[in-house]
């Protein structure tokens, strides 16, 4: 091998090679044409019989040199491998004498005999295969006419010293025109120009040290004229495309069999034979320096193909390495075969020594095929609709905002869907950084996911995922810019990583704005629209925050004037009710005062603003939904997502779904076959993801009911205990048995529901696999479902027990109901099961978020610095970019939903149970402010880029969100009226209270009834006597020396009925108010669907103009019909003026 640009030992100057071509050769370049048209006429001679008597002999054909070859890497044009003279030299020299002797019989023109020349020593000898020597037979007959006409223009044209773009934006590039088109000899004469001037002038400029391999032949002088050494299968098919020969669909059935004959020695190389076997095959006078390149490098060995994707993979020995090696060899020559570059990094090159790196290139032509299948929008005219001005509150709101050139990176655009016919239309100032990498990695990553890599079984195998799955490949990503803790070093583009990193991931930042239109444009619009949603929802949580900390420091303000509290805590009043035992035999009487200090911790949260704020949370969860449908519309508009959803509907098919459907069904709308599976063959499926997930979710409430009989057991345990140790009276004062209860069973409660949803989630996952989704939103949709039907009884039926349960059905004493025959139902204090809600609420909501933010930070940082210990064995070899980001963790296909998951669990506490924790939107803002950091932190340092993939909202989470804010309704409701007793209160104010002056005064006695110790059943009743007759219990029922005693009296109706109607009101109350902001704030702003009327007028207008200005050209400007024309056009554009405003 031989450095690109670098003159060989073996190589001659352009004087030299000039000389020893000719005075003719020197001067004139082979064109395509005419080397086709030398194939079809040059039968047998000496450059054929040599790999002809190779591969008789078994021998994989060599070089004319006789040395071996490399695999090429990329599709680059490869420089010739290192060549054995001697016993070679002569065979040509012999080649060289018996041309000559044809030559003279032959009577041939000059030109022609030039021709076959440059053709024996241009074309490889494996690749003269049947298939293309018969096609070039019939090529010649069609092109040798006219390549003899204008030999003579060509010779003097092709001198001149100047340089030609490859894919000049003011002509089509010939590859991308319609097969079959005639092509006039001018268009074809300028093409062949461009090509020779472009090798022979920029090639040389290219001076840099890199590999170049070579899997076929090249002959000196090819190699003395800088051609292309070599010419594969697919490169053949590209210029005879690009000569619009009519008769080449005739050849593209056999491409396959090209491609796999032709890179079948570079993957012999790269999978088979080990570093010490290989290592002759490179000069070590020419290999490439690793240590010259620099470690940030995001470019090929030649500097200037972009990576755009890597693969890795460790070349093993198990029993099923040889399959492995099968499917990457298939695999990535099917790769090669849809036009994307390849290049291999040595396992030897690698810092751990045994992992290879495929990096992946998407040339121009691949990129712009792929951006009109995807339907990517790209600029035509910057757009002159200003942006929204400062209005006076963002000059306070100053210092959390960030610098323009930031929060607004590019300007805004007027977009059109790309259309490589119409390349001239768009703003293409280069061709490399034209297309944004996050829209470069999503189309490789398309291509990645359909590429075939074999049949097995009799079904057809593709997919990168599939290779991921069986570790035929470790991992597959995309680069990061570059290090996040410095800006990029040319030539490498903008690090926008560093950028986001010091604007976005620092946690100095916490109060700043995100930016977003940043975070769009390096890693897609689904990933930015989850941070826009995390930070709309933190901005609304501001507010609910705000009032939720007023109603609590109001019952802070307020607890030491509360009469019920005064009243249990004076010794003359709650010091003289004996209360009834709290669990059978070994409970004892208690004095009501001992609850004195949890009484007041109760007023905290149960006073009069828990009414005031159900409400107002019910009316904020209203406008938080409607404000973000107004939110979403704008950023639709803002990142052209406004046709997104029909746009993409063809588009989201999943591969896994492809591949296994036998059946196809004509689309009604697009009236093309597709892929079809009838519903019955998954109705087995369904019915078991059911089963499954209702099965998981009974084991989720029989762990709550484990739970619970944990707490009535433990409960007797540590009443005895409390009251036996005397050094426990001074605790005993504020940790009752019933808080001691309440504190462990809800920390078990929580241990408990990470282990079941850890092992609940992996199950999900597969399960919805199974169920064959047809599409990537039907798999996220029924992933969703699952896994949130899962966290919503796992999360909150421990909430919804004590809520709406503990303390309903306990019976009264001597009455008392139990569970499974044995343990006696739970009761609340005196003061309500309000204040045990709270205590579980914050144990749950606050250990989740602690705990996530733990595992989101610690986890990612442990494994990568795990990773890198082991991988950094050899610390004098150089550290790549792709090795860099390979030992960071993956983000995953899931780790999004698993952000949004845990923000609408997050959102359900704030929401389903804030009367009875007004300080739940607080610690939920605290929470996110720090979630938004940490997660900007780990994507940025801490894990891989992802693949960039768009979406136009969040999904299928608003529908949960919205079934969620109208379900919170009902439960505050439920919450304010039978766990809290701001009802029994108010009743007893204007019912039963005789004080006019205090007229609380007296409530606790009211709310407490009497029972006779002597109606205690044997089993029940505490042992040893008593000095009193009497205990109280909590409920409202007769006397023991009323007729219709421990019957409930007219009072318990009373409170029912109260709470009842409390329960309706409320509920009539907010859902009217929710439906009259609904109703009144529209889902789109007025300003932006008049910025989506003028952006559509603009580019039909431009779409116009650029149709009408191609007319013109070719029509001609004085043609009798360009003013018939001209007026259909315009009358058009009126047309679809009118019905844009109309609209």
């Not at 044009?77 to 290192?82: C, L, M, N």
């Not at 035929?472 to 903008?494: C, F, I, M, R, V």
């Not at 084991?699 to 009989?709: D, E, F, G, N, T």
């Not at 343990?823 to 205590?839: A, H, K, M, V």
Request: hydrophobic share 35%.
């Amino acid at each position: 091998m031989e450095q690109a640009g670098q003159q060989g030992p073996g190589s001659a100057g352009p004087e030299e090679r000039q000389e020893a071509a000719g005075p003719e050769q020197g001067q004139e370049a082979a064109c395509p044409e005419e080397v086709r048209e030398a194939a079809g006429r040059e039968e047998g001679g000496e450059a054929a019989e040599g790999w002809s008597r190779e591969e008789e002999a078994g021998v994989e054909p060599a070089g004319p040199g006789g040395g071996e070859m490399a695999a090429s890497e990329g599709g680059a044009p490869a420089a010739p491998a290192i060549w054995r003279r001697g016993k070679r030299r002569g065979n040509r020299e012999g080649a060289k004498g018996k041309e000559k002797l044809r030559e003279g019989s032959s009577g041939k023109d000059p030109g022609e005999r030039r021709g076959e020349r440059r053709l024996r020593d241009w074309l490889p000898g494996r690749h003269r295969d049947r298939y293309l020597e018969k096609y070039w037979e019939g090529a010649q007959e069609r092109y040798w006419e006219r390549v003899v006409k204008r030999r003579a223009k060509l010779s003097e044209q092709v001198g001149e010293d100047r340089v030609v773009g490859k894919y000049p934006l003011e002509k089509k590039p010939r590859c991308l025109r319609r097969l079959g088109t005639v092509e006039t000899e001018e268009e074809e004469e300028e093409a062949c120009r461009r090509k020779t001037s472009h090798l022979e002038v920029q090639q040389p400029q290219l001076w840099r040290p890199t590999v170049r391999f070579s899997i076929c032949p090249t002959s000196p002088r090819a190699s003395q004229q800088l051609l292309p050494c070599c010419l594969s299968s697919s490169t053949a098919i590209k210029e005879l495309a690009t000569m619009g020969d009519p008769d080449l669909l005739e050849v593209l059935a056999e491409e396959g069999k090209i491609a796999n004959k032709v890179i079948d020695y570079s993957f012999q190389m790269s999978e088979s034979l080990s570093s010490r076997e290989t290592s002759f095959l490179i000069n070590e006078e020419t290999m490439f320096q690793k240590n010259q390149q620099s470690k940030d490098s995001i470019f090929f060995r030649d500097g200037i193909r972009q990576i755009d994707f890597v693969l890795s993979y460790v070349d093993d020995i198990k029993k099923d390495s040889e399959l492995k090696a099968e499917r990457r060899k298939e695999f990535e020559n099917n790769l090669r075969k849809t036009g994307l570059e390849l290049e291999i990094e040595d396992k030897r090159d690698s810092e751990d020594g045994r992992t290879y790196f495929v990096k992946i290139h998407a040339p121009w032509e691949v990129l712009v095929t792929y951006a009109e299948v995807l339907g990517i929008k790209m600029p035509i005219k910057e757009s002159d609709i200003p942006r929204p001005k400062h209005t006076p509150i963002s000059y306070v709101l100053g210092p959390v905002r960030l610098p323009q050139n930031v929060k607004y990176p590019h300007p805004e655009y007027f977009t059109a869907q790309f259309s490589r016919h119409r390349q001239e239309l768009f703003l293409i100032e280069d061709q490399a950084t034209f297309f944004p990498s996050s829209s470069r990695n999503r189309i490789v990553y398309y291509i990645l996911s359909r590429c075939p890599f074999g049949i097995e079984d009799g079904k057809k195998r593709f997919g990168i995922e599939r290779l991921l799955t069986s570790n035929t490949y470790s991992s597959a990503y995309p680069l990061h810019d570059g290090q996040y803790w410095k800006p990029s070093e040319p030539p490498n583009p903008t690090n926008e990583r560093y950028i986001l990193h010091k604007n976005w991931a620092r946690f100095s930042y916490f109060y700043k704005e995100q930016p977003l239109d940043l975070i769009k444009n390096y890693y897609g619009e689904k990933i930015g629209i989850y941070f826009v949603f995390l930070g709309y929802y933190t901005e609304m949580l501001f507010f609910a925050a705000v009032v939720g900390l007023a109603c609590f420091i109001y019952g802070l303000l307020s607890m030491d004037h509360n009469t019920s509290s005064t009243e249990i805590c004076d010794p003359e009043i709650g010091g003289q009710m004996i209360m009834c035992p709290l669990c059978d035999q070994v409970c004892d009487y208690w004095r009501l005062n001992s609850t004195c200090l949890a009484s007041k911790f109760s007023h905290l949260f149960d006073n009069e603003s828990t009414v005031f704020f159900a409400i107002f949370m019910g009316i904020w969860v209203t406008l938080f939904l409607e404000f973000w449908k107004q939110r979403q519309a704008r950023l639709e508009y803002e990142w052209d997502l406004v046709d997104f959803e029909e746009e993409q509907q063809q588009l989201q098919l999943r591969p896994e779904f492809e591949a296994m459907c036998k059946h196809r069904k004509l689309n009604a709308v697009t009236k093309e076959m597709e892929p079809y599976m009838p519903l019955y063959t998954r109705i087995p499926w369904y019915f078991f993801s059911g089963a499954t997930v209702t099965l998981w979710m009974s084991l989720v409430i029989a762990s709550m009911v484990a739970v619970i009989v944990y707490r009535l057991s433990v409960f007797a345990t540590f009443a005895s205990f409390m009251e036996s140790d005397a050094s426990l009276k001074q605790v005993k004062s504020f940790l009752t048995p019933q808080i001691a209860t309440s504190l462990t069973g809800s920390c078990l409660n929580f241990i408990v529901i990470l282990i079941l949803n850890f092992f609940y989630e992996r199950i999900s996952a597969w399960i919805t696999k199974m169920e064959i989704p047809r599409t990537y939103q039907e798999y996220e949709s029924s992933l969703t479902l699952k896994m949130f039907l899962f966290q919503f009884v796992n999360f909150y039926s421990a909430c919804f027990y004590v809520a709406f349960f503990k303390g309903k059905f306990v019976g009264y004493p001597g009455g008392y109901t139990y569970l499974f025959n044995e343990w006696r139902g739970e009761e609340c204090d005196p003061g309500g099961c309000l204040i045990e809600l709270t205590t579980q609420l914050t144990i749950i909501m606050t250990g989740k978020q602690i705990f996530g933010n733990i595992k989101e930070a610690i986890y990612p940082l442990a494994l990568n610095w795990w990773r890198r210990r082991k991988a950094r064995t050899n610390s004098e070899k150089l550290y790549s970019r792709w090795e860099q980001d390979h030992d960071l963790e993956s983000f995953g296909p899931l780790g999004l939903f698993y952000e949004y998951l845990e923000t609408v669990i997050q959102f359900g506490f704030v929401t389903l149970f804030v009367a009875s924790f007004p300080l739940a939107p607080l610690l939920a803002l605290i929470n996110n402010i720090v979630e938004i950091r940490v997660d900007a932190w780990k994507l940025t340092t801490q894990y891989r880029r992802t693949v960039a993939s768009k979406a136009h909202s969040i999904g299928v989470w608003q529908d949960i969100l919205y079934g969620m804010a109208v379900l919170s309704v009902a439960t505050n409701a439920f919450i304010v009226a039978f766990t809290s007793d701001i009802i029994p209160r108010l009743v007893y104010y204007y019912a039963y209270s005789t004080n006019t002056t205090q007229p609380m005064r007296g409530y606790v006695n009211n709310s407490l009834s009497v029972f006779l110790i002597a109606d205690f059943p044997n089993h029940t009743a505490p042992s040893g006597k008593r000095d009193f007759i009497t205990c109280r219990y909590r409920d409202y029922r007769h006397p023991p020396d009323d007729e219709n005693k421990y019957f409930h009296n007219m009072q318990f109706w009373h409170v029912l009925a109260a709470k009842m109607t409390f329960i309706i009101v409320m509920e009539h109350v907010v859902f009217l108010v929710k439906f009259l902001l609904a109703w009144m704030i529209p889902d789109v702003p007025k300003h932006v669907v008049e910025r989506i009327k003028r952006e559509k007028l603009m580019t039909i207008k431009i779409l116009h103009d650029f149709e009408l200005n191609k007319l013109k050209e070719n029509l001609g400007i004085n043609s009798d019909e360009l003013a018939k024309h001209v007026m259909i056009e315009e009358n058009k554009a009126q047309l679809a003026k009118s019905t844009v405003y109309s609209s």
